[in-house]
């Protein structure tokens, strides 16, 4: 069980000019309680990431990765701060702005894939565009295109279940990309793969979102991964390097 309680620690970035990021954070704090102690995982987190732009996120174990997507993602809350995305200031929204948010421009891609167990391939990539009023037909023509660019038009109707995991990874892949979001987010999007399959998978994830322009921020403890975005944070006892 925890206590999430929100502490500040704010530094003093919140009048640079924020020009047309995707995704700019300032003065982003997060800490949990927990048997009395409190952890300060996020300590004023100023992040911003420019449209088309590839930043992966590094950091041991522990520093606050994952914590920092959730927050950015809209998926948590119990943090301090401003969290613009896409210009609009969507850290104090409610429940509803934020599935609004989420919906017209955030892709996901988790460390496993969350896809939905009883839908095939095909159709969990359609589900995300039906939910945005794209017709049918055009769902199934886009998630089509995308799962045969990412190798599996020979996988379409199967679930997930009867996929291995790198094809379940890019089902989720393709999930996350099929209404073109302005900001994809991803936490150790293949740090359940070998690591030939990660190769091949990041390595068509990177493609896909250079193509459709999407700003994307990548957790990874992976250096070598890394190196081949556009750029690298760290985080370092709650701040970012
Ligand atoms: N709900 C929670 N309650 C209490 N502590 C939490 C909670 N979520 C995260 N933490 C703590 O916050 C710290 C950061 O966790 P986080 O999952 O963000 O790390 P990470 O950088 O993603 O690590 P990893 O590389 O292992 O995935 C950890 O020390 C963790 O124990
Ligand atoms: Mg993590």
Redesign the pocket.
Same mark, same amino acid.
């Given at each position: 069980m925890?206590?999430?309680r929100v502490v500040t620690h704010g530094r003093s970035g919140f009048a640079e000019p924020t020009g047309a990021a995707v995704l700019e954070t300032r003065g982003l704090a997060?800490s949990?309680?927990?048997g009395g102690e409190t952890?300060h995982?996020l300590r004023g987190v100023d992040l911003s990431v420019a449209p088309g732009e590839i930043v992966a996120l590094l *950091?041991? =174990?522990?520093? *606050?990765? =994952?914590?920092?997507?959730?927050a950015v993602g809209l998926l948590e809350g119990g943090f301090e701060g401003s969290i613009r995305i896409a210009g609009e200031e969507a850290a104090q929204l409610d429940a509803h702005g934020r599935t609004r948010v989420r919906r017209d421009q955030l892709g996901f891609v988790y460390?496993f894939h969350h896809l939905l167990p009883d839908f095939n391939a095909l159709e969990n990539v359609v589900l995300p565009q039906l939910i945005r009023d794209v017709s049918r037909e055009d769902s199934e023509g886009r998630a089509a295109d995308l799962l045969r660019t990412l190798g599996l038009g020979h996988r379409l109707t199967h679930r997930p279940a009867q996929l291995s995991g790198g094809e379940q990874q890019r089902v989720a892949v393709a999930r996350a990309l099929a209404n073109r979001p302005a900001l994809v987010l991803a936490?150790?999007p293949t740090?359940n793969l070998d690591e030939a399959t990660a190769d091949v998978v990041l390595a068509e994830f990177l493609r896909l979102v250079r193509e459709q322009g999407s700003a994307t921020l990548i957790?990874t403890?992976n250096e070598r991964l890394a190196a081949k975005m556009d750029r690298v944070v760290r985080?370092h006892e709650g701040h970012l390097q």
């Amino acid at each position: 069980m925890s206590d999430a309680r929100v502490v500040t620690h704010g530094r003093s970035g919140f009048a640079e000019p924020t020009g047309a990021a995707v995704l700019e954070t300032r003065g982003l704090a997060r800490s949990f309680t927990q048997g009395g102690e409190t952890i300060h995982v996020l300590r004023g987190v100023d992040l911003s990431v420019a449209p088309g732009e590839i930043v992966a996120l590094l *950091g041991p =174990s522990g520093s *606050g990765k =994952s914590t920092l997507l959730q927050a950015v993602g809209l998926l948590e809350g119990g943090f301090e701060g401003s969290i613009r995305i896409a210009g609009e200031e969507a850290a104090q929204l409610d429940a509803h702005g934020r599935t609004r948010v989420r919906r017209d421009q955030l892709g996901f891609v988790y460390q496993f894939h969350h896809l939905l167990p009883d839908f095939n391939a095909l159709e969990n990539v359609v589900l995300p565009q039906l939910i945005r009023d794209v017709s049918r037909e055009d769902s199934e023509g886009r998630a089509a295109d995308l799962l045969r660019t990412l190798g599996l038009g020979h996988r379409l109707t199967h679930r997930p279940a009867q996929l291995s995991g790198g094809e379940q990874q890019r089902v989720a892949v393709a999930r996350a990309l099929a209404n073109r979001p302005a900001l994809v987010l991803a936490d150790e999007p293949t740090g359940n793969l070998d690591e030939a399959t990660a190769d091949v998978v990041l390595a068509e994830f990177l493609r896909l979102v250079r193509e459709q322009g999407s700003a994307t921020l990548i957790a990874t403890h992976n250096e070598r991964l890394a190196a081949k975005m556009d750029r690298v944070v760290r985080l370092h006892e709650g701040h970012l390097q």
